[in-house]
């Protein structure tokens, strides 16, 4: 699917959830208005839209190598799969996941690739990759990926600040130079078999820090507090979707939210086409313990104190470790039943997501 390819519009009759838009630029200005509703986005739903960021063509250079990636033979991805359960980094064939209590397998084909390894090419950190996206390193994922640290590095840089952190330390918590879970997601969903009764991607709270997401059609949902009902985001033209992932609820003794999406196939004349989504997200170093960072500031050690379960947020784990976590409950090879995967399937959400009302 070239990048610059034209989709039918989002229908207008299908309710969405506006989100907050962000103006990169007034917010690197330091933009006094711009920073409160930045901040606002980030606490009160933890995603946003971003506008002015200058990454357009980066993005559609991804898209177009999403295209020639996928459209290899199988023998020519399928070895560069997944390294077992924990991991996420490397081709993922359809049927990997699972996307419901009762173990149904998923019906999307993605590619991982590391940051850590973009950033080494030719050095491999963590895995290898199909020739499309070898050939295409230093070209197309290298610009994608330093200019969607920088937009991540001065988000942490602007929660610093506001959390009452010493100036980086969020940043020295998701260091390039350490080995981390930062990744470049590329996601082809087929055409809905049956619209509105299918998932492409399960209910969940990223795994990680910051989550860049670049897409064209609908299919992407939130759940806002107090609503009951999934609402779609929409996507504009121009527009990334920012969200905050679960490391960073952590950190910030749950001031920062990691609120709960998921991907159902996108709403009418969309649901006939092929889905695509480009994702990046900024995950801490593996061995960077996830829990408040209250010794380093008042303010957050004060939102631990006034919780109603201060306990929740230090997780007894590492970033490496909630990840390989968190990626191995959603294997199809770890499923066993109902129960044990609602148990292990939880992120940072306060409420039972499985059994929320359809709309
Ligand atoms: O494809 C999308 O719109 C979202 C994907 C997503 O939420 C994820 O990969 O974490
Ligand atoms: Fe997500």
């Known amino acids: 699917m070239p990048g610059l390819i034209k989709f039918p519009t989002f229908p207008a009759d299908v309710p969405t959830h506006p989100l907050l838009v962000i103006d ?19 606490t009160e739903l933890g995603f946003w839209y971003l506008k002015n960021h200058g990454i357009d063509h980066e993005v559609n250079a991804m898209f177009d190598l999403g295209a020639q990636t996928f459209a290899l033979p199988a023998e020519e991805k399928v070895p560069y799969s997944y390294k077992g359960d924990g991991s996420s980094f490397g081709y993922k064939p359809i049927g990997t996941n699972v996307i419901d209590e009762k173990g149904t397998r998923d019906t999307t084909e993605a590619m ?4 850590d390894d973009v950033l080494a090419y030719p050095k491999s950190v963590h895995h290898t990759y199909p020739v499309t996206v070898r050939e295409n390193m230093n070209s197309v994922l290298r610009p994608f990926v330093e200019k969607s640290m920088e937009i991540n590095m001065y988000f942490l840089s602007i929660m610093d600040d506001r959390l009452g952190l010493p100036q980086g330390t969020l940043a020295g918590l998701n260091k390039p130079e350490e080995p981390n879970g930062g990744t470049v997601r590329l996601i082809r969903a087929a055409p809905a078999i049956t619209p509105n009764a299918q998932t492409f991607v399960t209910a969940h709270t990223d795994f990680g820090a910051l989550t860049l997401l670049h897409n064209r059609l609908g299919g992407l949902q939130v759940l806002v507090p107090g609503v009951e009902t999934w ?4 996507p504009l033209e121009g527009h990334i979707i920012c969200n905050i992932g679960d490391a960073l609820h952590f950190f910030s003794g749950g001031i920062l939210r990691s609120n709960i999406h998921r991907v159902i196939p996108p709403p009418k004349e969309q649901a006939k086409l092929e889905r695509w989504s480009l ?10 313990p996830l829990r408040p960072l209250s010794q380093h500031s008042t303010i ?8 109603p379960n201060p306990g929740k947020f230090d997780t007894g784990m590492t970033a490496g470790e909630w990840l390989a976590h968190r990626n191995a409950a959603t294997r199809a090879t770890k499923y066993k039943d109902p129960s044990t995967w609602k148990a292990s399937f939880k992120g940072t959400e306060d409420r039972e997501i499985l059994g929320v009302v359809e709309n």
């Open 279 to 288: 994702v990046f997200f900024t995950r801490p170093n593996f061995n960077a």
């Open 24 to 42: 990169y630029t007034l917010l690197k200005a330091g933009d006094h208005d711009e920073l409160d509703k930045f901040w606002k986005a980030a």
């Open 300 to 307: 957050i050690a004060n939102a631990v104190v006034h919780a």
């Open 231 to 234: 609402q779609y985001v929409k």
């Open 112 to 115: 991982d690739v590391a940051q």
